[in-house]
């Protein structure tokens, strides 16, 4: 009863000041309530913790806890072994397909999006796909609708962008759920999120292996699957200085996280006391911002973000994370202010300078 009414003091009376404010302003309450989460702020021995160092313990206790549940990342990163399957010039950016290897005999690929009329090294976004059959053409424009255009979005304002397909489209020639299998059979002990996670960290190894990108400015975005995967690659990849994701579902009940291509059924045994809140932590004190339009992610997802901010609060950081709600369903913002508002919170973390006519 404790734990819940400090996160309603949180969520009712948490800070609405300073920049990015609208992003740290608790929504009025959901029908259903707040979702109850554990206590951040203590450690093992119970007392509560109160200095840097003090959580810096914490964190790598909770980093352990999810390695633990997700199963180990490989030990080795081989050589990507990129190759140039084929280039386009187009009127504002310069579009390549490149094929590169993750892991040993299971290649992928992935779209790289250079602007032009820029000089200098660029920031630079892995850009993570939604759930669709034809995955990684979404973000570079060339399928679906205009809202999962994120990378062509983020071209045309100076990032540097790579659009990996995720491993569930053609893992070893292997269907979804197959594909799930297969790494589960390949890799016993990992999971499905695992492997997603593994594979966001050598996307990053091929972004910042690109001598347009200042590797000090880069970060990751997605929606629905790739805000999943965003929520995991900020966590575990510490040279994302800023991630967006939009609509995973923060929350263990919020979707589908007990599909084997993600946690698996572990998730929904009693044993299982970890949720994303605490993984969430280890992005901490670098910048985060959650989309909800109340379909995944919303107003029930605010808790999330109030156990946090105190993190973020204690190395100053606090006006890095926060919550961005929209009414727009499963969805990224449209073009308008919300979407304009994203990217420029984008902008400010990497130190991008304003697109042209924006």
Same mark, same amino acid.
């Not at 989460?37 to 914490?58: C, K, N, S």
């Not at 939009?246 to 299982?272: H, K, M, V």
């Given at each position: 009863?404790?734990?819940?009414?400090?996160?309603?003091?949180?969520?009712?009376?948490?800070?609405? +000041?300073?920049?990015?404010?609208?992003?740290?302003?608790?929504?009025?309450?959901? =029908?259903?309530?707040?979702?109850?989460?554990?206590?951040?702020?203590?450690?093992?021995?119970?007392?509560?913790?109160?200095?840097?160092?003090?959580?810096?313990?914490?964190?790598?206790? &909770?980093?352990?806890?999810?390695?633990?549940?997700?199963?180990?990342?490989?030990?080795?990163? @081989?050589?990507?072994? =990129?190759?140039?399957?084929?280039?386009?010039? &187009?009127?504002?950016?310069?579009?390549?397909?490149?094929?590169?290897?993750?892991?040993?005999?299971?290649?992928?690929?992935?779209?790289? &999006?250079?602007?032009?009329?820029?000089?200098?090294?660029?920031?630079?976004?892995?850009?993570?796909?939604?759930?669709?059959? /034809?995955?990684?053409?979404?973000?570079?424009?060339?399928?679906?609708?205009? /809202?999962?255009?994120?990378?062509?979005?983020?071209?045309?304002? *100076?990032?540097?962008?790579?659009?990996?397909?995720?491993?569930?489209?053609?893992?070893?020639?292997? /269907? $979804?759920?197959?594909?799930?299998?297969?790494?589960?059979?390949?890799? @016993?002990?990992?999971?499905? $999120?695992?492997?997603? /996670?593994?594979?966001?960290?050598?996307?990053?190894?091929?972004?910042?292996?690109?001598?347009?990108?200042?590797?000090?400015?880069?970060? %990751?975005?997605?929606?629905?699957? *790739?805000?999943?995967?965003?929520?995991?690659?900020?966590?575990?990849?510490?040279?994302?200085?800023?991630?967006? +994701?939009?609509?995973?579902?923060?929350?263990?009940?919020? +979707?589908?996280?007990?599909?084997?291509?993600?946690? !698996?059924?572990?998730?929904?045994?009693?044993?299982?006391?970890?949720?994303?809140?605490?993984?969430?932590?280890?992005?901490?004190?670098?910048?985060?911002?959650?989309?909800?339009?109340? %379909?995944?992610?919303?107003?029930? %997802?605010?808790?999330?973000?109030?156990?946090?901010?105190?993190?973020?609060? &204690?190395?100053?950081?606090?006006?890095?994370?926060?919550? $961005?709600?929209?009414?727009?369903?499963?969805?990224?913002?449209? @073009? !308008? =202010?919300?979407?304009?508002?994203?990217?420029?919170?984008?902008?400010?973390?990497?130190?991008?300078?304003?697109?042209?006519?924006?």
């Amino acid at each position: 009863m404790r734990v819940l009414f400090a996160w309603l003091a949180i969520a009712m009376g948490m800070t609405g +000041s300073g920049r990015f404010a609208e992003f740290r302003r608790p929504p009025p309450e959901p =029908p259903g309530g707040w979702p109850v989460l554990a206590p951040l702020w203590v450690a093992p021995d119970g007392r509560p913790i109160a200095t840097r160092a003090e959580w810096r313990r914490q964190a790598l206790r &909770l980093r352990e806890a999810w390695l633990r549940r997700l199963g180990p990342f490989p030990s080795e990163r @081989p050589p990507l072994q =990129p190759e140039l399957l084929s280039r386009e010039e &187009l009127p504002d950016h310069t579009r390549l397909l490149l094929r590169y290897e993750p892991e040993p005999g299971a290649p992928t690929e992935a779209y790289l &999006l250079l602007p032009r009329g820029h000089s200098g090294r660029r920031p630079g976004m892995v850009v993570f796909h939604q759930t669709a059959d /034809t995955h990684r053409r979404h973000p570079v424009g060339l399928d679906g609708r205009e /809202t999962m255009h994120l990378a062509l979005h983020l071209v045309r304002r *100076g990032f540097v962008c790579v659009a990996p397909r995720c491993y569930l489209y053609g893992y070893r020639g292997k /269907t $979804m759920r197959a594909a799930a299998e297969e790494v589960l059979a390949r890799w @016993p002990g990992w999971t499905g $999120m695992g492997k997603m /996670t593994w594979d966001g960290i050598r996307a990053m190894d091929l972004l910042v292996s690109r001598p347009e990108v200042d590797p000090r400015r880069v970060g %990751s975005i997605g929606h629905s699957l *790739g805000g999943k995967q965003v929520l995991y690659h900020a966590a575990f990849d510490e040279r994302v200085r800023a991630a967006v +994701s939009c609509e995973g579902g923060i929350g263990l009940t919020f +979707s589908n996280w007990e599909a084997p291509w993600y946690l !698996g059924p572990q998730i929904r045994r009693p044993d299982f006391d970890l949720e994303h809140h605490q993984l969430l932590a280890l992005v901490a004190p670098r910048a985060f911002l959650l989309i909800g339009g109340e %379909s995944a992610d919303g107003a029930r %997802s605010w808790p999330f973000i109030a156990a946090n901010l105190p993190v973020w609060r &204690l190395f100053g950081a606090e006006e890095r994370l926060g919550l $961005m709600r929209h009414a727009y369903g499963h969805d990224f913002p449209p @073009p !308008g =202010p919300e979407r304009e508002a994203v990217y420029r919170w984008l902008e400010h973390w990497l130190a991008v300078e304003p697109a042209r006519g924006s």
